[in-house]
């Protein structure tokens, strides 16, 4: 059964799950209690997504609050780029994402070199005394960010992840210090 709060951001979720399938991106909220998740993730798939076409998932979701008086609502959007890294390119893809994060605006690429994952993730904390519809248009505003943060710079990285790439030509991206 789910308390006031998890309604409202169940509901957040299902509609940005109705964004994304208007847009012909394929979205499903996966519901927490059926599937034993920490929280309500809604997940997506973007084809076509960067310079090279690649395929990607994204995950958004509200992080669990500490309490049910929570002032803060934490909402995530998390692009998982590749989950298919070999090992011997973790070094510098890892060195790469470290330079990038520097220079980002917001949000970060982050690794898992265990998992061979790298993935780019935004979090935004949201006030609680926000309507739904404010919190829904902060959430609307992270996704596009984080969408928009993780496809500049997507095809650059996945060539590195797949060794077609190299660290002397994504550095040429970065800015002149």
Do not use: W
């Amino acid at each position: 059964m789910m308390n006031e709060l998890q309604s409202m951001q169940y509901y957040i979720l299902e509609q940005l799950k109705a964004d994304f399938e208007e847009n012909h991106v394929p979205a499903v909220v996966r519901n927490a209690a059926e599937e034993n998740l920490p929280m309500d993730i809604l997940t997506t798939l973007h084809r076509r997504f960067g310079l090279n076409m690649d395929e990607v998932m994204g995950e958004f979701y509200f992080f669990p609050a500490m309490s049910a008086t929570a002032s803060v609502h934490y909402f995530t959007s998390m692009i998982t780029l590749t989950e298919e890294m070999a090992a011997e390119y973790v070094p510098m893809v890892t060195e790469a994402v470290n330079v990038l994060n520097f220079y980002l605006e917001c949000g970060a690429f982050v690794m898992n070199p265990q998992k061979n994952l790298l993935a780019f993730k935004f979090v935004t904390p949201i006030p609680a005394e926000l309507s739904a519809e404010q919190i829904l248009q902060m959430a609307n505003l992270n996704v596009g960010h984080a969408l928009q943060l993780s496809e500049r710079y997507a095809a650059s990285l996945l060539q590195l992840s797949d060794g077609s790439g190299s660290l002397e030509s994504f550095m040429e991206l970065m800015p002149k210090s």
